[in-house]
T-cell receptor, first 113, second 117 residues
Framework: AQSVSQHNHHVILSEAASLELGCNYS??????LFWYVQYPGQHLQLLLK??????LVKGIKGFEAEFIKSKFSFNLRKPSVQWSDTAEYFC???????????FGSGTRLSIRP | EAQVTQNPRYLITVTGKKLTVTCSQN?????MSWYRQDPGLGLRQIYY???????DKGDVPEGYKVSRKEKRNFPLILESPSPNQTSLYFC????????????????FGPGTRLLVL
């Protein structure tokens, strides 16, 4: 069955620390991958996406993600987090010919000032 | 300004009382979708629509209905709400069905928080 797993439910970091949020997917065939961010009280916004090509994808606000096909992973990274990165982060996956997107359960990121 | 709007933003209702949550987009998008967000479960797709008069079930369609009579509107209907439908609901739209390179970004509405007593 198609699924997206985010194993870190809540991550707490200090400002300037490096961030890596895990995302693993289970999909047959070609897959499109996304990371969305939801700031407190706001709707989801797209951080970055991977469809094909360079497996290292750069997104907005200094975020990047690496698609590792052999590991079925699409981890999100940021070298130095800021307090304003406090939010919930969702990984999502989609089969290339489907319109249904499956989201992970989300990772809440808290940054200590 | 390009946006997806939802109304109401907050709603408290009682079991069995029919309600409709509206969703409207001003970007002439073909694809629209409804999700519910629950703690620990992330977002789950309820229904989606590829175009006018074309709708299909997502992962959790039970207890919901949708319609797509016009391109800009995609209302979510709860004919007989139950407490397990208490949730945060998001509408989203995109220009083409997701999966078309370059046209896949979904725009999300601000959310509707529903409490069913």
């Amino acid at each position: 069955a198609q699924s997206v797993s985010q194993h870190n439910h809540h991550v707490i970091l200090s400002e300037a620390a490096s961030l890596e949020l895990g995302c693993n997917y289970s999909y047959g065939g070609t897959v499109n991958l996304f990371w969305y961010v939801q700031y407190p009280g706001q709707h989801l916004q797209l951080l970055l996406k991977y469809f094909s090509g360079d497996p290292l994808v750069k997104g907005i606000k200094g975020f990047e993600a690496e698609f590792i096909k052999s590991k079925f992973s699409f981890n999100l990274r940021k070298p130095s987090v800021q307090w304003s990165d406090t939010a919930e982060y969702f990984c999502a996956a989609q089969g290339s010919s489907a319109s249904k997107i499956i989201f992970g359960s989300g990772t809440r990121l808290s940054i200590r000032p | 300004e390009a946006q997806v709007t939802q109304n109401p933003r907050y709603l408290i209702t009682v079991t069995g009382k029919k309600l409709t949550v509206t969703c409207s987009q001003n970007m002439n998008h073909e694809y629209m979708s409804w999700y519910r967000q629950d703690p620990g479960l992330g977002l789950r797709q309820i229904y989606y629509s590829m175009n006018v008069e074309v709708t299909d079930k997502g992962d959790v369609p039970e207890g919901y209905k949708v319609s797509r009579k016009e391109k800009r509107n995609f209302p979510l209907i709860l004919e007989s709400p139950s407490p397990n439908q208490t949730s945060l609901y998001f509408c989203a739209s995109s220009l083409y069905p997701s999966g078309t390179p370059g046209q896949e970004t979904q725009y999300f509405g601000p959310g509707t928080r529903l409490l069913v007593l």
